[in-house]
């Protein structure tokens, strides 16, 4: 004779798919918060146009003669990017 099945457990059926989609369903609203906070930070960075009267905190990005330059370390009033590439660097 064959083996005997148990009955088709709908409810339990249900249960166990609905904590694999949430768990698929919680890992990807992870990775998309990831994602979404590394675009914000990087547009929080950008400052616009270079402004030589204004100064730049590390991180901070700009666009200077067709390039985005960015902030290696604080940037003084007057730190030109290209000029000292300690302090800003092609971004």
Known sequence: MG???KPFDGE???LELTQVVKDYLARE???????MDAI???H????GAYDAGC???????VTFEGRR???AQAAAVGDVPG???DTWRVA
């Not at 609203?29 to 990831?34: A, C, D, L, T, Y």
């Not at 929080?44 to 400052?47: D, I, L, P, Q």
């Open 40 to 42: 914000e930070a990087e």
């Open 55 to 61: 100064s730049y905190q590390k991180g901070a990005t």
């Open 83 to 85: 000029e000292d590439l």
């Open 12 to 14: 339990a059926f249900g």
């Open 3 to 5: 083996a005997i099945m």
């Open 69 to 71: 330059w960015k902030a």
């Open 44 to 47: 929080a960075a950008y400052k």
């Open 29 to 35: 609203v992870r990775e998309m918060n990831r994602r």
